[in-house]
């Protein structure tokens, strides 16, 4: 795989992946589940994981996000639009959130991809910046 | 068109040219540099870097600073610096959700 998708439509994007030693089942609960979510993900969870449910995650420093859930196919994949402030379906400074759940023999591969959704000045200044960081690739 | 959407079309086009990121990949390295000093790195003339650079500038991409006799170029710190913070620290922030995410699994299992 070639970084920041240098070639694709979709430069601009931050993507990270983990091998998690659970069967996708558990992981899925842990990524979905309100109770669970507050665990490890933030402090206050509200979520209501179905296609265009609502989400609201708090931290203990203060920090707020709201979030729209986009897609949920169970154990699979689980995307959403995410903001600081406002509905994040249509604020600036939004960012689509895709985690997808691949089974493997030592567990779980979880791939996050975070993207500014489309209209934000600095998404085009990243993509522009990716572009150059795929010259030659 | 916003004026923040008219500039970052302008950095796209500006950097839509190899030879203009290569421009941008010298001054990032350098620091700051002559278009003197960018001709001698690049296989065209003079005249070109500065047509180049021009474009760069007129994107915001590039400021110039006249020292002496010369003029030297450097990257400006808006766009790019800005994509990179947030690059930087969107990336940090999910190397450290998934590895409390691997740790509570850890503890769960």
Not at chain 2, 47 to 68: D, F, I, P, T, Y
Request: charge should be negative.
């Amino acid at each position: 795989m070639q970084p920041f998708g240098c070639g694709s439509e979709e430069h601009v994007r931050v993507v990270r992946e983990i091998e998690l030693p659970s069967p996708p089942d558990e992981v899925w609960q842990a990524l979905t589940d309100p109770e669970r979510l507050e665990e490890w993900f933030a402090t206050e969870v509200e979520l209501d994981a179905e296609p265009g449910g609502r989400g609201v995650f708090r931290w203990s420093n203060g920090e707020e996000r709201h979030a729209v859930v986009e897609e949920v196919v169970p154990e699979r994949r689980f995307a959403f639009v995410w903001g600081e402030e406002g509905d994040p379906s249509s604020a600036e400074g939004s960012r689509r959130v895709s985690i997808e759940l691949e089974e493997i023999d030592a567990g779980t591969r979880v791939t996050v991809t975070e993207a500014p959704t489309a209209g934000w000045g600095t998404a085009l200044a990243l993509h522009a910046l990716l572009q150059s960081a795929c010259v030659g690739a | 068109m916003s004026a923040r959407s008219d500039s970052a079309g302008q950095v796209f086009s500006a950097l839509a040219d190899p030879q203009r990121r290569v421009v941008v990949e010298l001054l990032a390295a350098r620091g700051s540099a002559t278009g003197t000093e960018l001709a001698a790195e690049l296989p065209v003339t003079r005249q070109a870097v500065a047509k180049h650079l021009g474009a760069l500038a007129r994107a915001g991409l590039v400021e110039s600073a006249r020292a002496g006799r010369e003029t030297r170029y450097r990257l400006t710190p808006g766009p790019l610096a800005e994509a990179l913070d947030w690059m930087v620290s969107v990336g940090a922030e999910w190397d450290e959700r998934l590895a409390r995410l691997r740790g509570y699994l850890k503890a769960e299992g």
